[in-house]
């Protein structure tokens, strides 16, 4: 009795379904996390009325679709604001001299934005965000080639 061989493709097929199912699991562990990334944690909701907002509520555009154009000219968006303790590549050496801002929309999606700690903007987000989260409407330049991380130029009001 011969035994067969599975073909090629079967092989090939069978690979790229155990590879899928490996990168779901892991994709699903990182949304799952308290503070993912991806995880839209309360702020799934739209952004409260503008007398709760700090600044002039006012929207450029999506966080979506900053990522995708990723303009090198500043635009306003108004994002959930929290304190951070991520500092990508980039930043990693100024967690002395910058705040790391995790900013997500009202969809959930999420930028990463620094500000100088010793300035009167830092010095302000220290004192809006201390605790809590808040609806901010701030002004946002890409430095990098990764539109995902930002730097927060100031408050809108």
């Known amino acids: 009795m011969q035994s067969e061989m599975p073909s090629r493709r079967a092989v090939i097929i069978f690979a790229g379904i155990v590879a899928f199912l490996v990168v779901g699991a892991i994709y699903g562990t990182y949304l799952a996390r308290p503070n993912g990334a991806g995880a839209p944690t309360a702020s799934k909701t739209a952004p409260p009325r503008n007398s709760q907002i700090i600044g002039t509520g006012r929207n450029d555009m999506s966080v979506k679709t900053y990522r995708a154009l990723a303009p090198r000219e500043p635009k ?3 994002l959930l604001c929290e304190l951070s303790d991520y500092y990508n590549f980039e930043y990693a050496g100024t967690r002395d001299s910058n705040y ?3 900013m997500r929309d009202r ?3 999420a930028l990463q934005g620094y500000a100088p700690k010793r300035s009167p903007l830092g010095e302000r987000l220290e004192k809006t965000l201390y605790n809590s989260r808040r609806w901010v409407t701030v002004e946002v330049r890409r430095d990098s080639e990764n539109p995902g991380h930002v730097t927060i130029l100031g408050i809108v009001e």
């Open 76 to 78: 306003v968006l108004t």
């Open 100 to 102: 790391s801002i995790l």
């Open 107 to 109: 969809n959930g999606d």
